[in-house]
Structure formats: C-alpha cells, structure tokens
C-alpha cells in the first residue's frame, strides 16, 4: 500500500482519501501508518507538509455536522 506513495507530489497527496483523512483526523492506525511511512521515505516529509498545511488551511462554508448514528 505505501509503495504507490514513494511518486507523489504534493498534489497526488491532496487527492488522497487515506492522507486527507490522517490530516483531518486523529486515529491512531493512520497515524502509525504514515509515521513509519516518513520514516522511510524523509525525501517525501516536506511535500508531506505543504500538502498538510493546504488541507488544514481549507474552510468549508457549510460543514456537515453529523452524530456517530448519521455518519
């Protein structure tokens, strides 16, 4: 799974359901995933950042608001 990661450009991670996902929330099976995946590929963390700082820098007009139940 974390091989397809080693040509990506910040843009590829932008469009990432996994990545978007590690950035937006705070799950612990993500996050190991992608803390050994930086360990292994340190050429890849500053893309890693500048794709994490754009998702985290984006404002959603209408956020859906759900309860456990409806998501």
Known sequence: ???????????????DELFVKWVLRNESQIDDFWSKWMQEHPEKITNINEAALIIQSIEYKNKPSLNNTEY
């Not at 799974?1 to 469009?15: A, C, E, N, P, S």
């Open 1 to 15: 799974m974390g091989k397809k990661y080693t040509d990506y450009q910040v843009d590829d991670f932008l469009r």
